[in-house]
């Protein structure tokens, strides 16, 4: 049986839903990191993941394939993140930023490395916009095309983005101010 992310999304539009529990355990890992990098929290993460599964099941029909399932479902969840940092912001303003790792992926805490926490703090310091495009590059592997994409701006702009958050975690781990 082919088991490539089309083959399965046909087989979801016929309503199988185990062809999408298939896609979901594919990319579940990959999602609930990219929330927790945008979010900081971890239950927030896997709420926000599990909610934009559940729009994109939902949305399926109106999938076009232009790009992957996981870069479309990926503008999804970053849809839902940001639509959860402005309901926190709305309810608790001083609870906008993100929290320390210290719900952290286990395989980060495990490690105890310094160098990581480091960096990871220095992520989640980042404005949400460079934070963003981040987080597509090095935790979802999404090209620049996919980025654009997923953010509704031109490639230059995902390139001119992606190149400042690198010079300012450049800066921030060498202790140099951004």
Not at 64 to 92: E, K, M, P, Q, T
Not at 105 to 122: F, I, M, S, T, Y
Request: a positive charge; glycine letters at 8%; hydrophobic letters at 45%.
């Amino acid at each position: 049986m082919d088991d490539s992310d089309q083959a399965l999304i046909r087989r979801c539009r016929g309503g199988d839903q185990d062809a999408f529990g298939v896609l979901v355990k594919r990319y579940a890992g990959r999602a609930v990191g990219a929330a927790f990098a945008l979010l900081g929290n971890h239950a927030d993460a896997l709420d926000a993941s599990q909610e934009a599964f559940l729009r994109s099941w939902r949305g399926l029909r109106r999938f076009r394939g232009d790009a992957g399932f996981y870069a479309w479902y990926a503008a999804i969840l970053r849809n839902v993140c940001a639509s959860l940092r402005r309901r926190r912001a709305r309810d608790d303003p001083a609870g906008l930023r993100p929290a320390p790792p210290a719900e952290a992926d286990p395989a980060l805490l495990a490690e105890g490395n310094e160098r990581a926490r480091r960096l990871w703090q220095a992520v989640l310091d980042l404005s949400v916009k460079h934070r963003e495009v981040i987080v597509m590059s090095h935790f979802q592997e999404m090209s620049y095309k996919q980025m654009a994409g997923a953010l509704d701006v031109p490639i230059g702009t995902v390139m001119s983005r992606l190149h400042h958050a690198r010079q300012t975690l450049r800066a921030k781990l060498a202790g140099d101010p951004p």
